[in-house]
């Protein structure tokens, strides 16, 4: 069975700091493959990255970082100098199935941005 | 125009009443799935397919059917809606080739049921 643990349910921080979203998931396969999306208060949700299990290279989008280790089993996020417009429910996913039954979620952490 | 659209955006309902919950897409993805998010949960899968004569169920699939008319149509049905179906619904689509799970979702649809 897959599993993804999202243990933070809120964060609250001051506007420009940095702030890291962990993600813990577990799978017994060795291809799988890993997914952020933010939804924000509007409700869609809108893709962040997608990470396959075979590779381990940190990845960077503006001011968007992940880092991914599999001895850990984490795919962990980092906002660097947050904006109050990175406020939203952020949810890890894991898809270890080959599409075959969906995505895996999370339960989300909930980022609130204070200006 | 958005690629996945869902229809109606927001739905209140009695207790009882058959409700269908409709998705188009027009990415020409042949997989399409159903979630429901309910607050602190996540989002969980109801039912996919991968094609039009191809359905299957997902994790919480009791209470709830699906009908795929085309590729591009993907309906989600509660036949007697029931309080504890109250939740935001999302349809999402993929396509194949080597970016077959990544998932693009629709706008979602907000369901209450009195």
């Known amino acids: 069975a897959q599993k993804v643990t999202q243990a933070q349910t809120e964060i609250s921080v001051v506007e420009k700091e940095d702030v890291t979203l962990d993600c813990v998931y577990e799978?017994?396969?060795?291809?799988?493959?890993l997914f952020w999306y933010k939804q924000p208060p509007s409700g869609e949700l809108v893709f962040l990255i997608r990470?396959?299990?075979?590779?381990?290279q940190n990845e960077i989008s503006g001011r968007y970082s992940w880092n991914f280790q599999k001895s850990t089993s984490s795919f962990n996020f980092t906002i660097t100098a947050s904006q109050v417009v990175d406020s939203a429910v952020y949810f890890c996913?894991?898809?270890?199935?080959?599409?075959?039954?969906?995505?895996?979620f999370g339960k989300g952490t909930h980022l609130i941005i204070q200006p | 125009d958005a690629d996945v659209t869902q229809t109606p955006r927001n739905r209140i309902t009695k207790t009882g009443k058959r409700i269908m919950l409709e998705c188009s897409q027009t990415?020409?993805?042949?997989?399409m799935y159903w979630y429901r998010q309910d607050p602190g949960l996540g989002l969980r899968l109801i039912y996919y397919?991968?094609?039009?004569?191809?359905?299957n169920k997902g994790e919480i699939s009791d209470g709830y059917s699906v009908s795929r008319q085309a590729q591009a149509k993907f309906s989600l049905s509660l036949e007697s809606a029931i309080p504890n179906q109250t939740a935001l619904y999302f349809c999402?689509?993929?396509?194949?080739?080597?970016?077959?799970?990544?998932?693009?979702f629709g706008p979602g649809t907000r369901l209450t049921v009195l």
């Open positions: 999402a689509t993929s396509g194949g080739g080597s970016y077959y799970n990544e998932q693009f």
């Open positions: 799978t017994r396969d060795t291809t799988y493959y």
């Open positions: 990470r396959n299990s075979f590779d381990e």
């Open positions: 996913a894991l898809d270890s199935g080959g599409g075959a039954d969906g995505l895996t």
């Open positions: 990415k020409g993805h042949d997989r």
């Open positions: 397919s991968f094609d039009v004569k191809d359905i």
